[in-house]
């Protein structure tokens, strides 16, 4: 009895690996078609001054819209690193939100600035920046305007070459930005070996920031720090009044989070330039 038991229970064990193993070969194949089926869409999320409530720059967020259904990027993001199809994608979400960022640029918001997120596989393209270079010819968008949002993981091949293509790009007046800070284990030295010129204090920070001092503490240390290099600071997942208000007298430049507004299609994203911004402009005068 306890044999058939244990048969049984290897039996569904190594059935529901076999559904995990099908899903993920389902999800490659799909997402192989997704980039020429026009899946993928883009949504922005403002970035909002601290100290005057105005839109300073959008970071643009890949959804998957597949059978009818939003895939996260954080269910296909790896699947795609691991085979390669971030490498497409990922040149699909730079040409996309250039291109938009351009529009917006000439449409009256000369200095809006555009976050794109760029995975470690991107960067050890060899030719990684060639290809941001041809994109922003392509669409005529600044890189002065352009922040690539980077994370620790760009450190797990060659650290020379990595370092080799940021100060390419930052020659040519693109800005990098340290993603998630404060969650990997190396975080110091990465802001000097790889020069960014932002970072954005990781959400685990923020999400507990109103009832746990510690939490506010290493969250003053880490601005203060950043502005003694000339580091700009966002905040990232700021949900509520509260987390603003501390997060503002603690000096942090930029805020974004779902307190303003989620991220959205760039339809939305325009009527929420027009009609809110200027009541984001009155919340901030706390
Ligand atoms: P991330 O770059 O750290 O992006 C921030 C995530 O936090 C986004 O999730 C955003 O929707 C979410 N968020 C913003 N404000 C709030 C808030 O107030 N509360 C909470 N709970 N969440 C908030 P999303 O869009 O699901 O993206 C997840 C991750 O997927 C991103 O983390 C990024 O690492 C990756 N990702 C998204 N788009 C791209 C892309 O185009 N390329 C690459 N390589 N990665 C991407
Ligand atoms: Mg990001
Ligand atoms: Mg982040
Ligand atoms: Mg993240």
Known sequence: ????????????????????????IK??????????????????????SAAD?????????????????FV???DFIPVAEETGLIVPI???????????????????????????????????QDDFVETVTRILS???FQPHLLVLEITEGIAIRDIQDTVDKLVALKAMGIRISMDDFGTGYS??????????????????????IAE???HAQIVKAIVAMAHSLELDVIAEGVETREQFAIMRELQCDWIQGYYFCKPMPSEEFERYLDERGRKHLQSTRL
């Open 1 to 24: 009895k306890a044999k058939e038991r244990g048969g049984n229970k290897y039996e569904f064990y190594q059935s529901a690996l076999d559904g995990i193993h099908r899903n993920k």
């Open 27 to 48: 999800l490659e194949r799909s997402l192989r078609k997704a980039l020429e089926r026009e899946e993928f869409v883009l949504y922005y999320q403002p970035q909002v």
């Open 53 to 69: 409530g105005t839109a300073g720059g959008a970071e643009a967020l890949i959804r998957w819209v597949h059978d009818g259904r």
């Open 72 to 74: 996260s990027p954080g």
């Open 90 to 124: 990922g040149d699909w979400v730079m040409r996309t939100a250039c291109r938009q960022a351009k529009l917006w640029q000439d449409a009256g918001m000369p200095q809006m600035k555009m976050g794109i997120n760029v995975s470690p596989v991107q960067l050890q």
């Open 138 to 140: 392509e669409t005529g």
């Open 187 to 208: 975080s110091l030295g990465f802001l000097q070996t790889f020069k960014v010129d932002e970072l954005k204090i990781a959400q685990t920070f923020i999400s507990h």
């Open 212 to 214: 746990k001092d510690d």
